[in-house]
């Protein structure tokens, strides 16, 4: 069982960069994956990456990939998501979810999370 915590979100300008930030409670950390998931207003909650409990592989939705970049520190019980080149369809609210499934299969399927955040929110202005 696990709670998560994010931060990090903002306003900038398309182009800009930000760093998320999700910081977990619990003992075995490095035993979940970890994802983040984002949510428009009036939009379900769409995939954006997850990484495995030790950080050797990291899954990204077509939508962010070779813009965004999750990693983990375990020694901190946290969880990076790197956005660089941020664009106006990026806005959303950001959250963080972590799953005790192990398997990679249904990574983006948000029904295989078990704990979700409470999220932070990102803006990016055209």
């Known amino acids: 069982q696990v709670q998560t915590h994010e931060s990090g979100g903002g306003v900038v300008q398309a182009g800009g960069s930000l760093r998320l930030s999700c910081a977990a409670s619990?003992?075995?950390?490095?035993?979940?994956?970890m994802g983040w998931f984002r949510q428009a207003p009036g939009q379900e909650r769409e995939f954006v990456a997850a990484i495995s409990g030790s950080g050797d592989s990291a899954y990204y939705a077509d939508s962010v990939k070779g813009r965004f970049t999750i990693s983990r520190d375990n020694a901190k019980n946290t969880v990076y998501l790197q956005m660089n080149s941020l664009k106006p369809e990026d806005t959303a609210v950001y959250v963080c979810?972590?799953?005790?499934?192990?398997?990679?299969?249904?990574?983006?399927?948000?029904?295989?999370?078990?704990?979700w955040g409470q999220g932070t929110q990102v803006t990016v202005s055209s």
């Open positions: 619990g003992q075995t950390f490095s035993d979940y994956i």
């Open positions: 979810a972590a799953r005790t499934i192990t398997v990679v299969a249904g990574i983006d399927d948000k029904k295989m999370y078990d704990f």
